[in-house]
């Protein structure tokens, strides 16, 4: 079992910066990846960013391109999502991802992201 608890939601204005975090508990050490995804009203979740553990890489949806960067903490068990020059459309409930090595998905509780214009 993994369990995920995030935090940095909040509202912000367009232009602004948000970081969220996502600490980890329980079976870390079968976590293969850890990210972040999305859902805003009346959209399907979307994945935003994705980390490997174990090499380190990272993904990133288009649309956040340039402006998102999905860090690690690894003494913390703790993954971080720096999002800056936000938008309106990047509104959305945040929910933090893990992936295990057997290929089970674990999520967190979500956390609100509100970005007004």
């Known amino acids: 079992q993994v369990q995920l608890v995030e935090s940095g939601g909040g509202l912000v204005q367009a232009g602004g910066s948000l970081r969220l975090s996502c600490a980890a508990a329980g079976s870390i050490v079968s976590v293969n990846a850890m990210g972040w995804y999305r859902q805003a009203p009346g959209k399907p979740r979307e994945l935003v960013a994705l980390?490997?553990?174990?090499?380190?890489?990272?993904n990133y949806v288009d649309s956040v391109k340039g402006r998102f960067t999905i860090s690690r903490e690894h003494a913390k068990n703790t993954v971080y999502l720096q999002m800056n020059s936000l938008k309106p459309e990047d509104t959305a409930i945040y929910y933090c991802y893990a992936l295990t090595r057997l290929q089970l998905n674990y999520w967190g509780q979500g956390t609100q992201v509100t970005v007004s214009s």
């Open positions: 980390t490997s553990l174990s090499t380190g890489s990272t």
